[in-house]
């Protein structure tokens, strides 16, 4: 028998969600949902890519980060190479989220 803190962690892709969904809402067509869940990312890709912050209470917010240009090395040879620029998404959790996630033990021990 499996507990919480033995339970291999596994990860869910999109068609799995849009399915999952699905299931839960028999009076949706799948299509339907896929559709759906496609105009929510493609709307949060939208925003993210006009510099805007996307905040979805209880569950948390997705923004931008900009990371400088700098000088990295080429781990091989070692000689230094120009980094440019560059945005990258960030994502933090919201309050409600990180309750949810670690009430009653349900996160798993360090080390574990």
Not at 10 to 39: C, F, G, T, W
Not at 81 to 98: I, N
Request: glycine share 8%; proline share 6%; charged share 30%.
């Amino acid at each position: 028998m499996e507990t919480a803190n033995s339970r291999v962690p596994l990860s869910m892709i999109k068609s799995e969600l849009v399915q999952r969904i699905a299931e839960h809402n028999p009076h949706l067509y799948q299509r339907d949902v896929e559709n759906i869940v496609n105009a929510i990312l493609d709307e949060i890709v939208a925003a993210l890519a006009r510099g805007d912050r996307v905040e979805l209470r209880g569950f948390g917010a997705f923004s931008v980060k900009h990371r400088p240009a700098r000088a990295g090395r080429n781990p091989r040879t070692g000689a230094h190479v120009p980094v440019d620029q560059k945005s990258v998404p960030f994502f933090k959790t919201g309050k409600e989220m990180r309750e949810r996630l670690n009430r009653d033990g349900a996160a798993p021990e360090a080390g574990a």
